[in-house]
């Protein structure tokens, strides 16, 4: 993620830019070597209900990338040009840089990899056209907006409450890309069935009418709606396990909603190799499989270990492969 300079002078972005290093005055994106948190970070900052809600107001131009950001119309012109994009000489360039090199025939700005055709001559034109009502400010610096405060300053209560609403994301993770020889090939499917909620949750029995509502509270005793979100991650009993699994590995993370989101997320902590990936798929596997197994316990047997059994479990799974 490149982020904007408006923050320049602070102390995360101090520390952050000295972390990560700079791209064009911006913070560059970690990669595999980021952590959990700046990494998500990168995620968010791609999503489009967030680039849907902010804008982007440009003064005198200098943190604005030409190309790349969208600061005339909906879409940025790399997405709009994208042949002009691929042959300017100058992708990385600032709105400002841009004016200073100049539009006008003969500026150097009309230096392209190679002589133009004429339709690409036809698309130079119609992007001049877009750039004729823009001046720059060269007395204000170029800002962010944030369309969901009427302050159009970010907030993170604004941010919360639009992603509580947002649908969520359809998972079409196919068998193979949950494929690992050390994991029994029920426990495979099993998670296959779950990520398109076809296990026989209490949520899912109410809808084809097996269960009354009455009886579809979670096994766990919360006494919230069992959903298979709720019961794998969400559950103050069952979630627990997992906080347990995350304080033995000495990681932390902020939960998804989705349990395929979940999955992606546990298996790439802290951008390990895939040899490691691996082992934590198996270690994934062991804890979604024994809350299923705690589950069905309490539920038909009436019998229940406490949290750090379960954790022990999952343990002894883990390392007799």
Known sequence: MLTDVSGGNS?????????????????????????????????????????????RVVGNGANTLFWSDVWVG????????????DLSMFKEASVVEMCQLGWGEGGQVRRWRR???????????????????????????????WKLETSHVYSVCSAYK??????????????????????????????????????????????HGVISVDAISCAAGCGLEKSSEHLFLHCNIFGAIWHNIYKWLNV????????????IQFTTLGGLAKAHQSILQVLWFATLWEIWKERNNRLFNGKQCSTLQVVDKIKAQFFCG
């Open 252 to 263: 932390s993370s902020v939960f998804p909603f989705a349990v395929g989101d979940h999955f």
């Open 74 to 85: 909906d879409v940025s012109f790399r997405v709009r040009f994208p042949r002009l994009f």
């Open 11 to 55: 102390l995360w972005f101090k520390v952050l830019s000295a972390r990560y290093g700079l791209v064009d005055e911006r913070l560059r994106g970690g990669g595999r070597q980021a952590s959990n948190w700046w990494r998500d970070l990168e995620v968010l900052s791609r999503e489009d209900w967030f680039t849907d809600n902010v804008d």
């Open 162 to 207: 639009l992603l509580i609403v947002q649908p969520p994301a359809v998972n079409v993770m196919s068998v193979s890309s949950l494929w690992n020889k050390d994991v029994p090939l029920k426990v495979v499917l099993f998670a296959w069935r779950l990520f398109r909620d076809r296990l026989p949750t209490k949520n899912n029995l109410l809808c």
């Open 115 to 145: 002589s133009l055709f004429v339709w690409e001559e036809e698309l130079v034109g119609e992007l001049k056209l877009l750039l004729h009502s823009e001046a720059l400010q060269v007395d204000k610096e170029d800002m962010w907006l």
